[in-house]
């Protein structure tokens, strides 16, 4: 029987992206798989260098490395954006796409003026006056909470704070009503106060403007605040993904789960120290043949070495791991990943 859901407004299978290095491809991104619906808010989760930024990256078609190969499908709104030609991404990006870079000090052009560049954006893709560009440019600024926003628009980069330009930034990427918004690290660098008013910038997105969001980030407590969905990223590889209650009540991956751990407790005793992943990511070039994190995690076992798992495991509705233990059953707690690996 055909099915009454809704097609994805994002359709991503089986993408994959490598470089080349030392006479050889070297995959970065193997086989993501994932979707995004129309006013959903998607977490993409990892530690730096798992891979997140280049997934981005590669769905707005931004890598141009010579000698870089990407397969798979990236179906949006129906069009396949893997092989699509420059120009129409050109038209794709800015105006049904937008990306809010992780630094907005370098991804605005210090030599202009923060509302010249948004007003471009906008003239860019529509047939309005500058005078009605700068008009909408001021009321964006304005919706984003920047104070005296038409001030703003006439002062460079440097001489906003950083999270004015964070506003700055989700302003431009809103100015021409985007259905999809992918947000890389929009927290970063920023203090307690400012992240949470851009948070909620980001969760108003969806009831103001429409946009599905893709939310980049390392930080599950912001993905527990913002995002409807986590799917968690390791070294390249998909390592869970599903509802984000789900995933935070009972975790399948231990990746997962020392990732929870290592939130502190808002209630309880205070710990003497946050449990801490032991090791680092492998590099593409030294990934092991079997699971990727085998090598720090404390459940590893012979099943997890010859190769990764064939396929997702089922952990719940909507909720898959790329890991054994589901299937024998052994319980997965932030809890516990957390005492093992302290």
Known sequence: MPSNAPAPLLDVRELSVSFRSRGRMIPVVERVSFTLHEGEILGLVGES????SVTAMALMGLIDTPGVQISGSVLFQGHELVGMGQRQLRRLRGSRIAMIFQDPMTAFTPVYTVG??????ILAHERVSRKQ???????LLGDMGVPDPARTADSYPHQLSGGMRQRAMIAMALS??????????????LDVTVQAQILDLMRNLRTTYGSAVLLITHDMGV?????????VLYSGRM?????????????GHPYTAALLASIPPMDGPRPHRLPAIAGLP???LERPAGCAFAPRCSYAHAACLPAPPPALVRVGTAHQAACVLPLEGTPLTPSVMGRDAA
Do not use: H, Y
Request: net charge negative; glycine share 6%; proline share 11%.
């Open 239 to 251: 390592a869970e993904t599903g509802p984000t209650s789900a995933v935070f009540a009972r975790p």
């Open 223 to 231: 993905v527990a605040e913002t995002c409807d969905n986590t799917f």
């Open 49 to 52: 260098g798992s891979g997140k």
């Open 176 to 189: 021409c009503n985007p259905a999809l918004l992918i947000a890389d690290e929009p927290t970063t660098a």
């Open 116 to 121: 010249w560049q948004i007003d471009e954006q």
């Open 282 to 284: 492998p590099a593409p």
């Open 133 to 139: 560009a700068r008009a909408r440019t001021i009321t």
